[in-house]
């Protein structure tokens, strides 16, 4: 699960969210590598005539493209969110490497998760309510995760009552 629960002291625990990353940095790099490699199979055939130099442009390009794709598939899966419970205060921070960080706080007691089955941006849409307001929380997650984070969350802000 890309999410996880730690216990900072007695009174205060944080869980914190990431986008999943199945591919990681180094296998990425693997992949472009390898595109690069079959890439330059069929250049062999040309390889000494003036055609070389006319085929090799479209080669480097799919390959600075698909460097390009990975970079930026990055960077957008950079984005996570931490949620601190202590004795009093539930505390939502929304980590965007784009944009300035944005926060929610509320009185614990008065915290609870919400799950819109449906109508939300995504199916089993998970908000945290309090303070008259309402945030989401954890978008990037698959249906299933944000089904398990429901639970979670529910749990543990029932033991703080």
């Given at each position: 699960?890309?999410?996880?629960?730690?216990?900072?002291?007695?009174?205060?625990q944080?869980?914190?969210?990431w986008?999943?990353?199945?591919?990681?940095?180094?296998?990425?790099?693997?992949?472009?590598?390898?595109?690069?490699?079959?890439?330059?199979?069929?250049?062999?055939?040309?390889?000494?005539?003036?055609?070389?130099?006319?085929l090799l442009?479209?080669?480097?390009?799919?390959?600075?493209?698909l460097?390009?794709?990975?970079?930026?598939?990055y960077?957008?899966?950079?984005?996570?969110e931490?949620l601190?419970?202590?004795?009093?205060?539930?505390?939502?921070?929304?980590?965007?490497?784009?944009?300035?960080?944005l926060?929610?706080?509320?009185?614990?007691?008065?915290?609870?998760?919400?799950?819109?089955?449906?109508?939300?941006?995504?199916?089993?849409?998970?908000?945290?309510v309090?303070?008259?307001?309402?945030?989401?929380?954890?978008?990037?997650?698959?249906?299933?995760?944000?089904?398990?984070?429901?639970?979670?969350?529910?749990?543990?802000?029932?033991?703080?009552?």
């Amino acid at each position: 699960m890309p999410y996880r629960w730690t216990k900072n002291s007695d009174t205060e625990q944080e869980l914190r969210l990431w986008p999943h990353n199945s591919l990681p940095p180094r296998g990425a790099m693997g992949v472009v590598l390898a595109v690069f490699l079959f890439g330059l199979i069929p250049l062999f055939a040309v390889l000494g005539s003036v055609l070389l130099w006319g085929l090799l442009p479209f080669l480097l390009l799919t390959v600075l493209g698909l460097w390009l794709a990975f970079e930026m598939n990055y960077r957008a899966r950079s984005v996570f969110e931490v949620l601190t419970l202590d004795k009093t205060q539930a505390r939502l921070v929304h980590r965007n490497p784009r944009k300035d960080d944005l926060e929610w706080s509320c009185n614990r007691y008065w915290a609870r998760p919400e799950m819109h089955a449906s109508g939300g941006p995504v199916p089993h849409y998970v908000t945290l309510v309090g303070d008259g307001r309402e945030v989401e929380i954890g978008a990037f997650l698959t249906e299933k995760e944000r089904i398990a984070l429901f639970d979670d969350l529910t749990r543990k802000l029932r033991d703080s009552a």
